[in-house]
């Protein structure tokens, strides 16, 4: 049992690239989210799911996109990348009906330059 | 939408002492507040947490208490010792709708224990 997968744990992207987070959880939650961490700081909602098909936008969605298209996948899409994106970003998962505990991705540290 | 403020922002003590991080919420309808531990360079991971219908929770050295009139909850940490230092989390997780499960955070504790 994997939990929750995040990748890449690392990249560099230089301004104005594109990439795509990808993130996988085998638990069969059916909540997702996407979380930004910038240093010393906490935890940014940028998007999350409820389910497959259906996403919402959190605290700092601008500049990003998100699709879930199966229960298991969540990846997060930068399209022009800027330096205020730098940040550490954590997928998680939960089960919604019982309102439980969100397990978190290992991170992926993203620098833009 | 949800508000968390969490206090202090940096907390150091001695190993043994105890070791109290307060969190206010806005949204009355919050009902699941957990309490996560994130170490430096890795993941959070929940150590706690505590629903509305209840008023205090104790996990061994770990306990949280919940005021809902007041909406503020508490972690405390009882006996520290050195593996305790890391980055703690608040968060509330908002019911009904499409924001039910939707967990906003608090914006972190850095506890430091000094052996």
């Known amino acids: 049992n994997a939990g929750v997968t995040q990748t890449p744990k690392f990249r560099i992207l230089k301004i104005g690239q594109s990439m795509t987070l990808q993130c996988t959880q085998d638990?069969?939650?059916?909540?997702m989210y996407w979380y930004r961490q910038d240093p010393g700081m906490g935890l940014k909602l940028i998007y999350y799911?409820?389910?497959?098909?259906?996403?919402d936008k959190g605290e700092v969605p601008n500049g990003y996109n998100v699709s879930r298209s199966t229960t298991e996948d969540f990846p997060l899409r930068l399209e022009l990348a800027a330096p205020s994106q730098t940040s550490v970003y954590f997928c998680?998962?939960?089960?919604?009906?019982?309102?439980?505990?969100?397990?978190f991705g290992q991170g992926t540290r993203l620098t833009v330059v | 939408g949800e508000n968390v403020e969490q206090h202090p922002s940096t907390l150091s003590v001695q190993e043994g002492d105890s070791a109290v991080i307060k969190c206010t919420y806005s949204?009355?309808?919050?009902?699941?507040f957990p309490w996560y531990k994130q170490e430096l360079g890795k993941r959070p991971q929940l150590i706690i947490d505590?629903?509305?219908?209840?008023g205090e929770k104790k996990d061994q050295r770990i306990a949280v208490t919940l005021n809902k009139t007041a909406k503020h909850f508490s972690l405390h940490i009882t006996e520290t010792q050195p593996e305790d230092s890391a980055v703690y989390f608040c968060?509330?997780?908002?019911?009904?709708?499409?924001?039910?499960?939707?967990?906003?955070f608090g914006q972190g504790t850095i506890l430091t224990v000094h052996p």
């Open positions: 998680a998962s939960s089960y919604l009906q019982m309102n439980t505990e969100a397990f």
């Open positions: 799911s409820v389910g497959a098909g259906i996403t």
């Open positions: 949204d009355s309808a919050s009902n699941y």
């Open positions: 968060a509330a997780s908002l019911a009904g709708g499409t924001s039910y499960g939707k967990l906003t």
């Open positions: 505590i629903r509305s219908n209840v």
């Open positions: 638990m069969n939650h059916n909540y």
